[in-house]
């Protein structure tokens, strides 16, 4: 049970939602967190000739910051970027427990979607969060996770990815 959303755009992939109320306070993300979001992001970067990100403290103590206040506040449900300086991608999963590289890779299957040459998404699909992560003018990632477990011990979780500078500028190609 997986959905996420760009800071513009929103995608659905599954949403058998189980209302889980925030009880448990989880631990920090686990050693080679930060590896492993940096590496699924430079993969798909490579892949398009584009340059890859370097990690940011600041980025990812925002990131970090509003996980653990959607965990407290708001059940592990998705933030409201809107107004955020950074680009954001924020995945939520229910049931399962998502690594950040299978966070990433969410992201980057809605890749198949988008048409480079027209610069579109195939209807009923979000490619943002594929563009996002792609940006070549974001050099900056920070990224982190909060779980949340309700009575039931049924868990779920959001991740967030902040970008600098943000990415999915109308108009622009990513790269
Ligand atoms: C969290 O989920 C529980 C169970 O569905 C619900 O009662 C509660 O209102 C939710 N809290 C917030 C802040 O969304
Ligand atoms: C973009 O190109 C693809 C493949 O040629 C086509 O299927 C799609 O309709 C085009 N989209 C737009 C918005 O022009």
Partial sequence: MLKFVSAFITALLLFTYQH????A???????????????AHNQARS?????????SQALAKSASLLVRLQRD?????????ANSKYGGNQLWAGGITVTPRAAVENWVAEKRFYNYDNNSCSPDHRC????????????????AQSVCINAAKEKSSLTICFYN???????????
Avoid: R
């Avoid at 889980?20 to 009880?23: D, E, H, I």
């Avoid at 500078?165 to 790269?175: I, Q």
């Fill in 73 to 81: 506040k708001q059940n592990c449900s998705f933030a409201d970027l």
């Fill in 20 to 23: 889980s109320p925030a009880q």
């Fill in 128 to 143: 943002g969060v594929y563009t996002q992560v792609v940006w070549k003018k974001s050099i900056e990632l920070g990224c």
């Fill in 25 to 39: 306070a989880p631990p920090p993300p686990p050693g080679g967190a930060t590896q492993e979001y940096l590496e």
């Fill in 165 to 175: 500078p943000p990415g999915n500028v109308v108009g622009e190609k990513p790269y």
């Fill in 47 to 55: 892949e398009v000739n584009v340059t890859p990100l370097q990690w």
